[in-house]
């Protein structure tokens, strides 16, 4: 009979994976090793084991409870707008804050999302999804899930600027802004999360919400 989890089981779960996506981005995730994963969490290898069998079990489930998180954002600003009858810009505006105020606390997990998914399985795996669907493509899948719901956000929120010809730039100048914070974007410096999501609002309002 397996051994019941501990109640705090999840609890440790996501504070391995923390540290976890912290060890990816000090030493690469090639580089790093389970024995690092275990000394930088306290604990021993085989303590490690007992959470996740492989380093790249780590790194899915670190991946996997992202970007379902990114994708919840995504649904909570939609009901959040229907609630407050926000204008579509003004929905736009909250995701961008959203998504930000995420990355503050979650920079080392997007850097592992943006960096390390090359690194998952690409076998075909039936307990993911039916059809059966590999770690790399489910996660890959969400990504563009991300892409196709903020292009659908700026489309509703500029439609006179926005066309079939350069709706994937735009969408992808806005996400180059936001998703890439990580490597310069310091707690504590000379400008805040929140600061600089709202610089983003303004460049796109004087941007794409002028007149051509």
Same mark, same amino acid.
């Given at each position: 009979?397996? +051994?019941?989890?501990? =109640? ?44 996740? &069998? ?15 998180? $990114? ?25 961008? +804050?959203?998504? $930000? ?10 850097? =592992? $999302? ?7 399985? &690409? ?12 770690? +790399?493509?489910?996660?890959?899948? +969400? ?5 196709? =719901? ?19 730039? $735009? ?42």
């Amino acid at each position: 009979m397996a +051994r019941p989890k501990s =109640a705090t089981h999840d609890i440790k779960r996501d504070a391995i994976l923390d540290i976890a996506a912290q060890c990816f981005a000090k030493f690469s995730y090639p580089a790093a090793s389970m024995n690092e994963i275990a000394t930088a969490c306290g604990t021993s290898k085989a303590r490690l084991y007992h959470y996740y &069998d492989s380093k790249e079990a780590i790194l899915f489930d670190l991946l996997d409870r992202h970007t379902q998180r $990114l994708l919840a954002l995504i649904a909570q600003t939609e009901a959040h707008a229907q609630r407050k009858n926000l204008d579509e810009r003004a929905t736009l505006h909250a995701l961008v +804050r959203a998504f $930000l105020q995420e990355y503050e606390t979650s920079a080392t997990r997007h850097a =592992a $999302l943006l960096n390390d998914t090359q690194f998952l399985s &690409d076998a075909p795996n039936p307990d993911l999804a039916a059809p059966p669907v590999s770690p +790399r493509d489910l996660i890959l899948n +969400r990504q563009r899930d991300i892409v196709a =719901a903020m292009t659908r956000f700026m489309k509703r929120a500029y439609p006179e600027r926005l066309t079939p010809a350069n709706q994937t730039a $735009l969408t992808m100048m806005l996400l180059g802004m936001i998703n890439w914070t990580f490597t310069w974007l310091r707690p504590g410096g000379p400008i805040s999360y929140a600061a600089f999501a709202e610089e983003v609002i303004a460049m796109l309002e004087k941007g794409l919400g002028q007149p051509q």
